[in-house]
């Protein structure tokens, strides 16, 4: 059995996250050359115009340097016409390397690949030939967020942070980022449960 195709173009850090992704799906795969993407503006308008006819999924580590890249496009690219995926973060250091990055976690490149697979439907990415997806729940808002106690109040950070760690996601994120990830990640409904455990362990 091949290797399931991608419609959006993916974009990645570097060769290494290249390499592991290529090896999991078959889609064109593009690199920001890890910061260096800040400095090219040609790069940054191939990529808009791409974003345009195909969409675009980035898919960077989840370490700071990842984070930076990300919120970077965030803010370059058109909102509407990119995805974002994101891998969980996991203690360790790819085999290449002599020794773990500053943060300490694995890379796009160290991912297996059901994960890389994984976080790319979380995405929303566009499997050729599948059934189209089932419709999405109500997404989150920062409404919501401040309703539910993780912004906006005393005690909040505490609680955002209890949860992701629950969720196994950073906690690093700005409250545009973390709107993204729980609604990839944990929407509305799982949201609810998840804070419901949290309260009744509390309570305990």
Same mark, same amino acid.
């Given at each position: 059995?091949?290797?399931?195709?991608?419609?959006?173009?993916?974009?990645?850090? @570097?060769?290494?996250?290249?390499?592991?992704?290529?090896?999991?799906?078959?889609?064109?795969?593009?690199?920001?050359?890890?910061?260096?993407?800040?400095? /090219?503006?040609?790069?940054?308008?191939?990529?808009?115009?791409?974003?345009?006819?195909?969409?675009?999924?980035?898919?960077? /580590?989840?370490?700071?340097?990842?984070?930076?890249?990300?919120?970077?496009?965030?803010?370059?690219?058109?909102? &509407?016409?990119?995805?974002?995926?994101?891998?969980?973060?996991?203690?360790?250091?790819?085999?290449?390397?002599?020794?773990? @990055?500053?943060?300490?976690?694995?890379?796009?490149?160290?991912?297996?690949?059901?994960?890389?697979? &994984?976080?790319?439907?979380?995405?929303?990415?566009?499997?050729?030939?599948?059934?189209?997806?089932?419709?999405? &729940?109500?997404?989150?808002?920062?409404? /919501?967020?401040?309703?539910?106690?993780?912004? @906006?109040?005393?005690?909040?950070?505490?609680?955002?942070?209890?949860?992701?760690?629950?969720?196994?996601?950073?906690?690093?994120?700005?409250?545009?980022?973390?709107? /993204?990830?729980?609604?990839?990640?944990?929407?509305?409904?799982?949201?609810?449960?998840?804070?419901?455990?949290?309260?009744?362990?509390?309570?305990?």
């Amino acid at each position: 059995m091949g290797k399931p195709g991608v419609k959006e173009i993916l974009l990645v850090e @570097g060769r290494y996250d290249r390499n592991a992704l290529a090896q999991v799906v078959d889609a064109t795969i593009l690199e920001t050359s890890g910061f260096g993407i800040f400095s /090219d503006g040609e790069k940054l308008k191939l990529l808009r115009r791409l974003a345009r006819e195909r969409g675009l999924v980035v898919l960077t /580590d989840s370490d700071g340097a990842g984070l930076v890249i990300r919120n970077y496009l965030r803010s370059a690219l058109p909102k &509407e016409q990119v995805k974002h995926a994101y891998i969980p973060e996991v203690a360790g250091k790819e085999r290449r390397k002599r020794r773990a @990055g500053k943060a300490g976690t694995l890379g796009v490149e160290g991912m297996p690949p059901a994960v890389l697979l &994984e976080a790319l439907r979380r995405a929303g990415a566009t499997f050729l030939g599948e059934d189209a997806p089932l419709p999405a &729940e109500v997404p989150l808002t920062k409404a /919501d967020l401040y309703a539910l106690g993780l912004s @906006g109040g005393a005690g909040s950070a505490a609680r955002r942070a209890m949860l992701l760690r629950r969720l196994d996601l950073p906690e690093n994120l700005g409250a545009n980022a973390l709107l /993204d990830v729980l609604n990839i990640f944990c929407p509305r409904g799982r949201l609810l449960s998840v804070l419901r455990e949290m309260d009744a362990s509390a309570e305990n």
